[in-house]
């Protein structure tokens, strides 16, 4: 089980716009920076947003984090097929002293 | 370039031990923490622990402790991770990943350069 807490799903039509959830606490979301990481089929994971809503060079901007309280948030607006893929919320834990990931939301573009 | 390049694939037997490594090109390998991740087939990102390319210190999970070991050679600009008594369940895609926050500070999840990941199959 997760420690952070994702949908296991989520789905939208191209053009649409798609929101995921990552759900945690005090000691780790609450207290830290939220990362996203994107990952295709058999590929690494690909970093998305760090620090809950800042985009590495070469992200689109349809990307976007935001994080409120112990929850945080990733919107995908414009929906694209190339957009499928396995979506991953991480940030570090003072109580368990290291990283925890989210159970990953796997995003279908119908 | 930033570029974290893997051991290739391994096959183990129940019982044995594993060691993978991750060489970093493109920066000066000293300035970055170094973190290990891995994936069961189908399943969710589960961290294993990270170092220090500077000074050396580790920190590993909790869930790993007793059988993980994650070192480095600053002169080969390599990192290193080896898992003991390996069984069935180990069987996963190993990553190496550079940790992009400061290497001071007590650990961050900013992953911005991944290894392709080395695959590691536990079976008698």
């Known amino acids: 089980q997760s420690v952070l807490t994702q949908p296991p799903s989520a789905s939208g039509t191209p053009g649409q716009r798609v929101t995921i959830s990552c759900s945690g606490s005090s000691s780790n979301i609450g207290n830290n920076y939220v990362y996203w990481y994107q990952q295709l089929p058999g590929t690494a994971p690909k970093l998305l947003i760090y620090?809950?809503?800042q985009r590495p060079s070469g992200v689109p901007d349809r990307f976007s984090g935001s994080k409120s309280g112990t929850s945080a948030s990733l919107a995908i607006s414009g929906l694209r097929s190339e957009d499928e893929a396995d979506y991953y919320c991480?940030?570090?834990?003072?109580?368990?002293?290291?990283?925890?990931f989210g159970g990953g939301t796997k995003l279908t573009v119908l | 370039q930033v570029q974290l390049v893997q051991s290739g694939a391994e096959v183990k037997k129940p019982g044995a031990s594993v060691k993978v490594s991750c060489k970093a090109s493109?920066?000066?390998?000293?300035?970055?923490?170094m973190h290990w991740v891995r994936q069961a087939p189908g399943q969710r990102l589960e961290w294993l622990g990270w170092?220090?390319?500077?000074?050396?210190?580790?920190r590993y999970s909790q869930n790993f402790q007793d059988r993980v070991t994650i070192t480095r050679d600053t002169f080969a600009s390599t990192a290193y991770m080896e898992l003991t008594s390996l069984r069935s369940e180990d069987t996963a895609v190993y990553y190496c990943a550079r940790d992009r926050g400061d290497i001071t500070s007590a650990g961050t999840a900013w992953f911005d350069t991944w290894g392709q990941g080395t695959l590691v199959t536990v079976s008698s």
């Open positions: 170092i220090n390319a500077d000074n050396g210190d580790t």
């Open positions: 493109g920066y000066t390998f000293t300035n970055y923490a």
């Open positions: 620090r809950n809503n």
């Open positions: 991480a940030a570090w834990d003072d109580s368990l002293r290291g990283v925890v």
